[in-house]
């Protein structure tokens, strides 16, 4: 069966919700097809004790400010996950689910058609938002096949309960690494392994000013003046509570990255090694692209080049809240909104035209 439909917005986590709210203030025709059984996106996936790095008031999608948690200053995923449920109801979102999206290809005419396991949608313009937690990054480390312990990366990972008392390696110098890793400094003998040594943000910085020093390099960028550095220049860590504890209680002691695994553990260049019963990845993630494959885009690495969230080389074709790549900040709550507002005016006048 073959549906037609102006726009079709492929996800249905924060950045197709966000996409969808600015297309029905513009009453266009659109469908989101989301591929979870749920509402939440990845939120609904993500470890237990995961809070988000801003208060609820800055961690709102546009047009419905995120409630507070009570007695949390950050909520968890939980509370996101009922923000967002929240939100597709109250704004009467035309979800479908779950509809799985398999490709998609150029018509003939001025079409682009969505191939899914529940049948094919021809429509006018297409808005890519799957984000990247779907494609979790495993880097080649020399002995990693024949370790014998359990291996995981951040998306299987749920909570300590699981590693108490073991010897745990947690690999990665990000938010994920060190959020995880102070999840584990208590219970377990840990080894935490960063490429360069962790830079924790002040603590007084959330993800307020991260949104704000995005947004300022992003329009120095666009300006021609010189790059800020945006986030990248504050540090890694986002101080959260959970990390500032472990690290103030000296448990976040970070190692150089080893240089290969063995049977039994990571060994360092030098000889040294550790034994470990799991090694948990926290190596972050590639852009969810696959159904985009028959198009032909792909760029430099895996990126379809884009000006703002619009396709260079297909011009129906909008990426939103894969990163900075596609908007400031687009892969946050707070962020999406500015770029999904603009891909929604773009894909209007884009209808208008033809």
Request: with cysteine; charged share 20%.
């Amino acid at each position: 069966m073959t549906r037609h439909v102006d726009v079709v917005v492929i996800g249905g986590g924060q950045a197709g919700l966000a996409a969808g709210y600015h297309l029905r203030r513009l009453g266009v025709d659109f469908v989101i097809l989301d591929a979870q059984d749920t509402p939440g996106g990845a939120w609904q996936h993500a470890w237990d004790s995961l809070h988000l790095f801003s208060p609820a008031a800055y961690s709102s999608l546009p047009g419905r400010p995120m409630p507070p948690q009570t007695g949390q200053m950050y909520p968890d995923a939980a509370h996101v996950v009922g923000y967002l449920t929240e939100y597709e109801h109250r704004y009467e979102l035309p979800v479908h689910r779950p509809v799985r999206v398999s490709a998609v290809h150029r018509e003939e005419d001025a079409f682009l058609r969505v191939e899914t396991d529940s049948g094919t949608w021809r429509t006018r313009a297409v808005i890519s938002a799957t984000g990247t937690w779907w494609r979790p990054f495993l880097p080649a480390v020399p002995g990693r096949s024949g370790f014998r312990g359990r291996q995981l990366h951040t998306v299987d990972y749920r909570g300590p309960r699981d590693f108490a008392g073991k010897q745990v390696v947690v690999v990665g110098g990000g938010n994920s690494g060190a959020q995880i890793a102070a999840d584990l400094a208590y219970d377990t003998e840990l080894t935490w392994a960063t490429q360069r040594p962790p830079r924790f943000l002040a603590d007084d910085i959330d993800g307020r000013a991260l949104f704000d020093a995005a947004t300022a390099r992003r329009r120095a960028l666009d300006q021609g003046r010189a790059d800020s550095g945006g986030v990248a220049s504050l540090g890694d860590i986002v101080a959260v509570p959970p990390v500032r504890e472990a690290r103030d209680a000296g448990l976040l002691k970070a190692s150089p990255t080893f240089a290969h695994l063995d049977r039994d553990g990571v060994v360092w260049a030098d000889g040294t090694r550790a034994d470990a019963d799991a090694v948990i990845w926290c190596t972050g993630f590639r852009p969810t692209l696959g159904h985009l494959v028959p198009l032909g885009l792909r760029g430099p690495r895996g990126r379809i080049p884009t000006v703002g969230t619009r396709a260079v080389d297909e011009p129906r074709l909008y990426l939103l809240g894969y990163g900075d790549w596609t908007g400031p900040a687009s892969a946050t709550l707070i962020g999406v909104g500015r770029p999904a507002r603009d891909t929604a005016r773009s894909i209007a006048e884009l209808l208008t035209e033809r």
